[in-house]
């Protein structure tokens, strides 16, 4: 539960997708700060919230997450 997650987020291909993902992000408990971005595929997540919880998230959007290493 650490206040900052940075996620590697594949599948998404144009604008109203960041906008999906978005959406996805900030329905999540604890979050309260996103960004996504289109290009390379990615977002940061700020505020105390599950990344198990974020990555089911972006998945049930149709798009596919994973922990930035
Ligand atoms: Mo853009 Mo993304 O037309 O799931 S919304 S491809």
Known sequence: M????ELNI???TCNHCVKNASKALEG???VQ???VRLEPGSATVQGPAEAT???AAIEEAGYEAE???
């Open 2 to 5: 650490s206040n900052t997650t």
């Open 10 to 12: 594949s599948g998404m």
């Open 28 to 30: 999540v408990s604890g």
């Open 33 to 35: 700060i996103v960004e």
């Open 53 to 55: 919880q974020l990555i």
């Open 67 to 69: 922990l930035a290493s």
